[in-house]
């Protein structure tokens, strides 16, 4: 049956992906004929979404039980994983709700280490060891904050999220030679365990940011994230690289 958006006979690692948009995605490749190699840091949830991929395209789903922050989890994943026809970056963590003035190191550097930086070596690391197959597709989530939303205590989150954004840009360029395309997905907000109301955030406080920034009266679903991604990893997206694909909503519109 024709199908351009199949990911059958591909091999696509997803990061983070014990939960959330990560999670969501693992099991969105799998449904699309992907074999899933899912990293997290979390064993008992990660081998939880594992053992329920889609297998119906005789696919050996993996896990591999990993902190990207630490010192050899990444060596860890590129060691771990064959080679790669398509790569879902998603490890993402939300850090408080803190004006710039009260932003405190250990903060910020936090949301550098799990936002940025784990991205960056993971990519350079993956493309130096030669772990993407030719005509690879690599896929960064990274979010509308801080890239076409900007609000009062966000910084930390926003900026590290937009780093991404930029870095794959030059990722798009350098790992031309090879003709892996490479693009980012940037969310709104998304339902996830990570977005839930808090004490920071109220359900009040969503309702109005709902009715003033988007144009859909609604935050999105993890689902409308990852069929984004599937898209962007399957050949249906084949002459698409360098892009940042705005999922959310319509808030860039409003901002």
Same mark, same amino acid.
Do not use: W
């Given at each position: ?5 199949? /990911? ?11 939960? *959330?948009?990560?999670? #969501? $995605? ?9 074999? !899933?190699?899912?990293?997290? @840091? ?9 053992? @329920?991929?889609? $297998? ?11 902190? &990207? #922050? ?15 026809? *398509? ?7 939300? +850090?408080? &709700?803190?004006?710039? =003035?009260? /932003? =405190? ?22 493309? %130096? %060891?030669? =772990?993407?197959?030719? *005509? ?42 090879? =003709?892996?395309?490479?693009? $980012? ?26 009715? %003033? ?11 409308? !994230?990852? @069929? ?18 705005? +999922?959310?909503?319509?808030?860039? /519109? /409003?901002?």
């Amino acid at each position: 049956m024709y199908n351009p958006f199949s /990911l059958q006979g591909k091999t696509v690692l997803v990061t983070g992906a014990s939960s *959330g948009i990560g999670r #969501t $995605t693992a099991e969105e490749c799998a449904k699309m004929g992907a074999t !899933v190699y899912a990293t997290a @840091r979390n064993e008992q949830r990660l081998r939880d979404v594992v053992e @329920r991929l889609d $297998t119906s395209f005789g696919q050996q789903h993996q896990m591999i039980l990993a902190d &990207l #922050t630490a010192n050899g989890g990444i060596a860890k994943v590129v060691d771990g994983v064959p080679a790669l026809d *398509g790569v879902a970056s998603n490890a993402g963590i939300v +850090v408080g &709700l803190v004006p710039i =003035k009260f /932003l =405190k190191d250990d903060v910020i550097q936090h949301a550098f280490e799990t936002n940025t930086l784990s991205h960056i070596k993971l990519a350079r690391d993956l493309f %130096k %060891k030669k =772990k993407l197959n030719r *005509g690879a597709s690599y896929v960064f989530t990274s979010s509308a904050g801080g890239v076409v939303s900007f609000h009062v205590g966000i910084s930390a989150y926003g900026v590290s999220k937009a780093a991404v954004n930029a870095f794959s840009k030059f990722c798009a360029v350098d790992f031309a030679t090879r =003709k892996i395309r490479v693009n $980012t997905v940037c969310p709104g907000m998304i339902n996830t365990p990570m977005t839930a109301p808090t004490g920071e955030f109220s359900v009040a406080d969503y309702e109005k940011d709902i009715n %003033k920034h988007y144009l859909l009266g609604r935050y999105g679903e993890p689902v409308e !994230v990852a @069929r984004t991604i599937v898209f962007l990893l399957s050949d249906a997206s084949s002459f698409i690289t360098g892009q940042s694909i705005m +999922v959310d909503g319509g808030i860039s /519109l /409003l901002h």
